[in-house]
């Protein structure tokens, strides 16, 4: 195919070339009649391309097939059979990869490490979750992705499991042995769903880990703003081989799909794709260098350490995207909480995943030398201003064994069914209702379904004393949590 092509972007300056008028949604006439004020914020721009698909962009029965190609090339780009523009993000496409490949019944193996939209996938569909150990690392107290043996064992316990679902990158950046994790499934004639939301970029360069299509995966799911160009929400799922059926994948997104997409969303993805397909090697190289180079001078701080080696090997993950600049600043005598608001405050700079002990930097093609020299400046000012800072609450960590605790009854039925709000203090013991997720990364710590035990408890109460967020549970202050009923003892 001619990856010079960019059917919704130039579809779209011909719609401003012809000056269409829709009577139709939106109904803010590109711009014409919005408030001044988002005007003012938002440009004039994000309005005028803001345009309906059909009967506007395309016409009402999309004859000219603008997405249809701009699908076909991104499929053709990376090497997938089919690609699915999504605009309501990866949060969408796993689940409806979840619905495909199930059919809404029975049983999944799902990596414990997953994102609360695959635990929400779960709680929706009414599927019976068979939890695959992450490789706990209980000197880091993080998860790294599930080992080709950890999936084996649990096809042996659970052969009648519809599919296998894992995280890969994590959010850490790292990477699960994908190639035998797929030949272990497909022994067995069982798809593989690789949630690779924060691995859009990796198609286009060979230093990058494997991407989850060339490693043998069947679906596999991205998120193009994360590592990508695209917009907020910006998500492409893809699907290769014979064991799930693409009218199905697609229909089940359709069920869970708004019927507005944004063209704006569209034209990030189509852009994007075209150029990766373009400069994607070289813009990927920079982006390595970069991260290579800023590893090492971070290095260098007192009181900052760049993990890397640590998170590779046998007993942890099996590759690492360096360009996820994992930051331990334990040595500071600071929380990574403190360190994520200090950052902010301070030097107007975000980072994104925090947690008791580290943030981290996510590289992108679009940094340089100059947002580096910003970050590496940030840096500094925070290690000489850590020692004024109070000294962090202890978060009490449990142990990895703590973390998985036992799902006695179907997620949807316990967030379903009746609920008593208690106090967390009485909460220990009792079934879950709700999901309780740390954000970021947002591995739910507690999923409806899952018998609450007083470690996890006082980790989540714990971490909320110093700084971690909560942002599901209907009681984000966590003085109460929402259970399951249960009927009073007899006698
Ligand atoms: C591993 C993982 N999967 C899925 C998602 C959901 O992606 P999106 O934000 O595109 O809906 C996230 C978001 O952070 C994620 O980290």
Wanted: hydrophobic share 40%; aromatic share 4%; with cysteine.
């Amino acid at each position: 195919m001619d990856q010079d092509e960019t059917p919704i972007v130039s579809a779209l300056a011909d719609y401003h070339r012809k000056d269409r008028y829709g009577f139709t949604p939106p109904g803010h006439r590109q711009g014409r009649g919005a408030a001044e004020t988002a005007v003012d914020v938002l440009g004039k721009d994000t309005y005028r391309s803001d345009v309906l698909a059909s009967a506007g962009l395309d016409d009402r029965s999309s004859s000219n097939g603008y997405l249809q190609k701009a699908q076909e090339l991104m499929a053709d780009a990376v090497g997938a059979q089919h690609a699915f523009f999504s605009t309501c993000g990866s949060s969408l496409s796993v689940k409806a990869a979840i619905l495909a490949v199930t059919r809404g019944t029975g049983e999944i193996l799902v990596g414990r490490d997953a994102h609360k939209s695959v635990t929400a996938g779960l709680i929706l569909s009414g599927l019976q979750p068979r939890w695959i150990s992450p490789s706990w690392d209980d000197e880091l107290h993080l998860a790294h992705p599930p080992s080709p043996e950890a999936v084996e064992s649990m096809w042996q316990r659970h052969p009648d499991a519809a599919a296998a679902m894992i995280v890969s990158p994590t959010p850490y950046g790292t990477c699960a042995d994908i190639q035998t994790i797929a030949e272990i499934c497909h022994q067995r004639g069982k798809p593989l769903i690789i949630d690779e939301a924060w691995g859009a970029h990796l198609p286009f360069h060979d230093d990058l880990p494997t991407w989850a299509m060339d490693a043998g995966a069947d679906i596999c799911v991205v998120s193009v703003h994360k590592m990508g160009m695209g917009f907020e929400q910006g998500s492409v799922y893809h699907l290769q081989g014979g064991l799930v059926d693409p009218v199905r994948l697609r229909q089940c997104a359709d069920l869970l799909s708004t019927t507005s997409s944004s063209v704006i969303m569209y034209a990030g993805i189509d852009a994007w794709r075209h150029q990766m397909a373009q400069h994607g090697r070289r813009l990927l190289d920079d982006a390595l260098n970069l991260a290579t180079d800023l590893r090492s001078r971070i290095d260098t701080l007192s009181g900052i350490h760049v993990l890397e080696d640590e998170l590779i090997g046998a007993e942890a993950s099996h590759d690492l995207d360096r360009l996820h600049v994992l930051m331990d600043v334990q040595e500071l005598g600071i929380s990574g909480y403190q360190a994520a608001d200090w950052l902010r405050t301070n030097c107007t700079i975000d980072v994104g995943l925090n947690d008791h002990r580290r943030i981290e930097a996510t590289l992108s093609t679009s940094d340089d030398e100059s947002s580096a020299q910003r970050l590496m400046k940030s840096l500094q000012a925070l290690c000489s201003a850590a020692k004024d800072l109070p000294r962090p609450s202890e978060v009490r960590l449990p142990r990895s064994s703590d973390l998985e605790m036992k799902t006695v009854k179907l997620p949807r039925d316990a967030f379903f069914g009746p609920v008593e709000v208690v106090p967390v203090e009485e909460a220990a013991g009792r079934i879950a209702a709700e999901q309780i997720t740390p954000y970021p990364p947002g591995v739910p710590a507690i999923l409806p379904g899952e018998r609450i035990n007083a470690a996890v408890l006082e980790y989540l109460v714990s971490g909320k004393e110093a700084g971690m967020v909560l942002p599901d549970p209907a009681d984000p202050s966590l003085k109460t949590i929402r259970v399951v009923p249960e009927p009073p003892e007899a006698g």
